[in-house]
């Protein structure tokens, strides 16, 4: 009777692990389904972002959303980020004119539940200034996901860089004393040709 009940034990311990190891192995392809779609949709932001198409970007994010941008402008709805792109690549004051990400991230999503990861890694993004120049800065970014109506998106992201090797402030630095030193030779010029014109008019008097 006692071997009985220890063969049914073993019996029933082994059912039980391999029930469980069942669920651990649809878990881990469940997640597996996960990542590849996180990976779909970081391809689609990257994208988005070098095509500077603000309509695919913004459908890559949340419901509520918060972007924390290089500059550290924090944008949460579209109409915020077609006006960062603006500002960024077509205002007046703009000194840039594209941006190409090259985004990697250092470990794999970490699900913090059904609905929700998080995930950091870094960035090699490439801009091309209004001069012609074309410099490349390393940033850092995090970004924490949610699934939502069985898609994921981005809920909160903030990219960031070390503000003390910028070599893209270095690059808009060295365009903005260029436009000075045109600007104060042009005026050097137009005070020499009116200097010009008045001694010919003394002369002539």
């Avoid at 004051?93 to 594209?98: E, F, G, K």
């Avoid at 042009?186 to 009116?194: A, C, D, H, K, N």
Wanted: charged share 25%; net charge neutral; glycine share 8%.
């Amino acid at each position: 009777m006692t071997t009985t009940i220890r063969r049914l034990s073993l019996v029933l311990a082994l059912l039980l692990c391999a029930g469980s190891n069942s669920r651990a192995l649809a878990a881990e392809e469940n997640r597996e389904a996960d990542h590849a779609a996180l990976r779909a949709l970081r391809d689609k932001v990257v994208q988005a972002i070098d095509n500077q198409d603000i309509k695919t970007l913004a459908s890559c994010f949340a419901k509520e959303f918060a972007f924390t941008a290089v500059n550290q402008t924090v944008v949460t709805n579209e109409t915020q980020m077609q006006e960062l792109f603006d500002r960024m690549f077509r205002g007046n004051d703009a000194l840039v004119t594209t941006l190409k990400t090259e985004p990697k991230a250092d470990i794999l999503t970490r699900f913090v539940d059904t609905n929700t990861g998080i995930c950091y890694g870094s960035s090699k993004d490439t801009y091309t200034m209004k001069s012609g120049k074309v410099v490349e800065m390393n940033v850092r970014w995090s970004a924490t996901v949610v699934k939502e109506n069985g898609e994921w998106k981005v809920a909160i992201a903030h990219v960031g860089t070390d503000f003390l090797n910028n070599p893209v402030l270095e690059g808009v630095e060295e365009f903005t004393k260029m436009i000075g030193f045109g600007a104060g030779v042009g005026g050097l010029l137009v005070g020499l040709v009116i200097g010009r014109m008045l001694g010919r008019a003394k002369t002539t008097r």
